[in-house]
């Protein structure tokens, strides 16, 4: 049975996104990006919403032309690696490989992807990820808490939820970030 994993990366104060929706003070380091490429190494299939699977799309590219550092490369060839469901009602197409449309987030048809696949299966996109987290289907969070307040924008985690994690990893990375990972209790 796989787990659904929410990954992000976050501010201070929890936002993945600052109110401009910029997030480059979110670019993780070397080091962060090579323990993101472990994470990602046991993702057989990623769950998108449409603001995220545009930012993500990149990874078709990025890491082919060969002059890239060997950890870029490597998070590429996960990404092309791993299937895609991306969550829209307003994209007609796709550009990335292995990736198919759904037009709305059903939570009996993730259940029933936790049941069949024997990869785990990441959620990115905070308001898909809320949509998850409303239907308890989120086993696991793991969370890149980046040494920055941005004062606002798009949250990471919903309004109006309430549940207990228990902490089963924590990594502290040179450049100040910190990871976090939970499972969920329950």
Same mark, same amino acid.
């Not at 449409?50 to 990149?58: D, G, K, Q, T």
């Not at 060997?70 to 829209?88: P, T």
């Not at 990471?156 to 902490?167: W, Y």
């Given at each position: 049975?796989?787990?659904?994993?929410?990954?992000?990366?976050?501010s201070v104060?929890?936002?993945?996104?600052?109110?401009?929706?910029?997030?480059?003070?979110?670019?993780?380091?070397?080091?962060?990006?090579?323990?993101?490429?472990?994470?990602?190494? *046991? /993702?057989?299939?990623? &769950?998108?919403?449409?603001?995220m699977y545009? #930012?993500?799309s990149a990874?078709?590219?990025? +890491? =082919? !032309?060969?002059?890239?550092?060997?950890?870029?490369?490597?998070?590429?060839?996960?990404?092309?690696?791993?299937?895609?469901?991306?969550?829209?009602?307003?994209?007609?197409?796709?550009?990335?490989?292995?990736?198919?449309?759904?037009?709305?987030?059903?939570?009996?048809?993730?259940?029933?992807?936790?049941?069949?696949?024997?990869?785990?299966?990441?959620?990115?996109?905070?308001?898909?990820?809320?949509? *998850? /987290?409303?239907?308890? &289907?989120?086993?696991?969070?793991?969370?890149? #808490?980046?040494?920055?307040?941005?004062?606002? +924008? =798009? !949250?990471?985690?919903?309004?109006?939820?309430?549940?207990?994690?228990?902490?089963?990893?924590?990594?502290?990375?040179?450049?100040?970030?910190?990871?976090?990972?939970?499972?969920?209790?329950?």
């Amino acid at each position: 049975m796989a787990r659904l994993i929410y990954s992000m990366i976050q501010s201070v104060d929890g936002y993945v996104a600052d109110s401009a929706g910029k997030f480059g003070w979110a670019e993780p380091d070397e080091q962060v990006h090579r323990f993101a490429n472990e994470l990602q190494a *046991a /993702i057989g299939t990623n &769950l998108l919403g449409r603001r995220m699977y545009e #930012v993500m799309s990149a990874w078709e590219t990025f +890491g =082919t !032309r060969g002059d890239e550092p060997a950890y870029i490369q490597e998070f590429g060839d996960l990404w092309r690696a791993s299937d895609k469901v991306v969550y829209s009602t307003t994209l007609d197409s796709v550009s990335a490989a292995r990736t198919r449309i759904e037009p709305v987030f059903e939570p009996d048809a993730v259940r029933r992807m936790k049941d069949e696949l024997a990869s785990d299966i990441s959620i990115a996109g905070p308001t898909l990820a809320a949509q *998850a /987290i409303a239907a308890g &289907l989120v086993d696991a969070y793991q969370l890149f #808490v980046v040494p920055a307040v941005v004062g606002g +924008g =798009t !949250r990471c985690l919903p309004d109006g939820v309430r549940f207990d994690l228990r902490l089963v990893d924590q990594r502290r990375f040179d450049n100040g970030t910190v990871y976090v990972s939970y499972r969920t209790v329950g």
